[in-house]
């Protein structure tokens, strides 16, 4: 990641230093997921759609830790092994809008909620932004893209992480009830995280 681009990292020591911790990602291109590992100040396991472990790059992620995913079913297989993460004190990484949208979280799922409320471990909101050149300043760097899906080569991009927060309401509840609760609760942090993220990077 540093390599190809100028990652700005702040706030990385918000990151509990040991113990079990959920990133929460914003998701508007597909090297979010890659550039968070790679600047992140402790290894990530992100839950990782199945479709993408194929060829070379299956062994490669399976050797980094990643969990495989199927989207089209409960996969309790993934579910395990992400919970696995946590209670062996890991970092897991989740995108809550579930897939590649407008980055905003305008629309959360109920699996954060559900590995948060249920391992107890706390939530670290995390913006990646200039991922998608949106922004007026970069509109020239633009044309210095050797591949249109990926960001200007040696574009800055913003990696900006938040203060934890629990994502329960201290009863211990897992209920339907109490994970729609959760998620409410969650979405006003990571969206309150992503303008704060803005109104500091400019972007």
Known sequence: MYGFWKPRVLGAWRVPASGPVILAVNHAHN????????????????????EAFV??????LEGIG????DRDS??????????????????LGIFPEGTRGEGDFASLRAGLAYFAVRSGAPIVPVAVLGTTGRD???ESA?????????????????????DAF??????????????????VRIQGRLT????NARRLTGR
Do not use: C
Request: net charge positive.
């Open 31 to 50: 090297i979010d997921g890659p550039m968070l590992m790679g600047t992140a100040p402790r290894p990530v396991h992100f839950l990782i759609k199945k």
């Open 55 to 60: 060829g070379p790059l299956g062994p490669f």
């Open 66 to 69: 990643q969990v495989k995913v």
């Open 74 to 91: 409960t996969d309790r297989n993934a579910i395990g092994n992400a919970l696995g993460v946590l209670e062996q004190g890991g970092v």
């Open 136 to 138: 007026g300043r970069e």
């Open 142 to 162: 633009r044309r210095g893209r050797l591949i249109k899906a990926l960001p200007p080569l040696r574009g800055r991009v913003d990696v900006v992480f938040g």
């Open 166 to 183: 629990e994502a329960g309401d201290g009863s211990g509840r897992r209920t339907r009830t109490a994970l729609d609760e959760a998620t």
């Open 192 to 195: 309150a995280h992503l303008e």
